[in-house]
């Protein structure tokens, strides 16, 4: 059976299932070993980590990539590494797993995936790949440049279509060097950049009508010296079309580390000005700490609502004191629950489920939001979208990693330590010496692991032998994004 396709009976019993148990048993469990393993002074009322996820996990994948950006967090001989075996990432797929439960998020990267996986003729391993990953009960998101699917966008339709991918994460931004039409050097403001973010609008839109299928979109942007004043630009561009952000479902912008081959800028961005500019593309007065996500150094986060019907958003819930306390509350109750769209479409009967087992809470909560509503706080208008389905949520958010130097000082610094331990983005790396699978923070990848996962694989002569992207690759085109790379410099 096609992977866009379920029966009336596995639709329905998949509801059913949804309904009964809205936070499945084995998730409730990982989650409270999570909340018990965080260090003490994170375990706030508003800490998402240990109540509604462990952490977002992610492959080691593919390392290849296509581009030379200013600001790449891999190591320098990335393209060298051969792609890892088909049983190699499906072991890798079932530790994430085991660390996750089920409806945990798995970012599918290591350099461009489907860069790699299309410059060597083997993606139909890609495919594979996603399909295990949704087998398991994972949810995976691709990670890429995208400049490989939005030439040959019958891969990414593949890949939906046959492989059940329904998320995308693609990474726009002036530190890319290699996306065609679009030289590095005479990109000047992030606007610039507008008719790519339109043509992959186009794409997923178009992939939506021709399939049928739920696809959406996440947008990484890299935050450097170079290009912090313009991140209002892109703000305002997602905001200006409902139907923009009803495909992008999330803005993560992340400020530059001085790790892997990164031209590190002189006067580098800052989490707080990257912050400052979010805001003001929005025009909202924006909290930073609403909800915590590990490490409040580590990542800020905050979610708008957008009526379809006139275009006009708010932020979702309210940041006032009352609000909190009853969001809180609901995260210590409720909070395991996953809302992530399916093809069964469940959430509805995720929420019926939630209302039956916690009536009170929810009358609660339905009494707070009519309050809202008659104090103005939040506009009528929004509950008639909501209860028409013409509403959507959206996402703008920093994601601060560490400098490389940062991470290997965290035996002696108690605060970089604490953001290891509290990281909500890790992966399953085996321990060479151990054997052991370990959920392994980005932040250590970016260290030190990734170099070590590469001299291993580059030892493996099975998988050298296996097709890889560099066999394919153009070499001139190569060479001139690195060329273009080191001629724009350290800014």
């Not at 891999?74 to 051969?82: G, H, M, R, T």
């Not at 995208?146 to 046959?162: A, R, S």
């Not at 008639?384 to 959507?392: E, F, I, R, T, V």
């Not at 330590?417 to 052991?436: H, I, M, P």
Request: charged share 20%; glycine share 8%; proline share 6%.
């Amino acid at each position: 059976m096609p992977a866009n396709t379920l029966s009336f009976t596995q639709r329905w019993r998949a509801r059913w299932q949804a309904f009964r148990h809205p936070i499945a048993g084995e998730k409730a469990d990982l989650l409270r070993a999570r909340w018990a393993s965080m260090p003490t002074e994170l375990k706030t009322p508003n800490q998402i980590s240990g109540r509604h996820l462990t952490h977002c996990g992610f492959t080691t994948g593919a390392s290849y990539c296509s581009f030379h950006c200013t600001h790449c967090y891999l190591p320098k001989n990335a393209n060298q590494v051969p792609i890892p075996s088909l049983a190699q990432m499906k072991e890798q797929i079932d530790a994430n797993r085991r660390f996750q439960g089920p409806g945990g998020g798995l970012q599918l990267t290591g350099g461009d995936v489907a860069d790699a996986y299309w410059r060597s003729g083997r993606q139909d391993e890609l495919v594979e790949i996603v399909r295990y990953a949704i087998k398991t009960g994972l949810v995976p998101m691709l990670m890429t440049h995208g400049q490989t699917l939005i030439e040959h966008p019958e891969f990414l339709e593949k890949l939906m279509v046959e492989g059940g991918l329904r998320q995308v994460a693609v990474h726009i931004d002036m530190t890319q060097a290699g996306r065609h039409g679009y030289p590095i050097g005479r990109i000047k403001s992030e606007a610039d950049l507008h008719p790519v973010r339109e043509a992959f609008t186009k794409l997923g839109l178009d992939l939506r009508a021709k399939t049928g299928l739920p696809l959406e979109f996440a947008h990484n942007c890299t935050v450097t010296g170079r290009n912090v004043e313009f991140l209002p630009e892109i703000v305002r561009w997602a905001l200006e079309k409902p139907e923009r952000t009803h495909l992008w479902r999330m803005f993560s912008f992340q400020p530059e580390a001085d790790t892997g081959r990164t031209y590190y800028s002189e006067r580098p961005a800052t989490p707080e000005a990257a912050w400052q500019k979010m805001r003001e593309g929005t025009g909202l007065p924006l909290e930073r700490e609403f909800s915590i996500f590990g490490h409040p150094d580590c990542n800020s986060w905050t979610p708008l609502l957008v009526s379809r019907r006139t275009g006009r958003f708010i932020v979702f819930p309210p940041q006032d004191a009352r609000t909190q306390r009853l969001y809180e509350e609901m995260l210590a109750n409720v909070g395991g629950v996953s809302f992530v769209t399916d093809d069964a479409r469940t959430t509805p009967w995720r929420l019926l489920g939630i209302l039956f087992q916690n009536p009170l809470l929810v009358a609660r909560l339905i009494a707070h939001i009519g309050a809202l509503v008659l104090r103005g706080k939040i506009p009528a208008e929004f509950i008639g979208a909501l209860l028409a389905g013409q509403a959507h949520t959206v996402g703008f958010g920093i994601h601060n990693f560490m400098d490389a130097a940062q991470v290997a000082e965290a035996p002696n610094d108690p605060t970089i330590q604490a953001r290891l331990d509290s990281c909500v983005f890790k992966g399953a790396v085996k321990n060479r010496a151990t054997g052991e699978w370990e959920a392994v923070p980005m932040c250590s990848m970016n260290q030190q692991r990734w170099s070590d996962l590469y001299d291993e694989r580059l030892q493996d002569l099975a998988l050298l032998a296996q097709p890889q992207p560099t066999e394919r690759v153009a070499a001139a085109v190569a060479d001139e994004a690195a060329a273009e790379t080191a001629l724009l410099g350290r800014n």
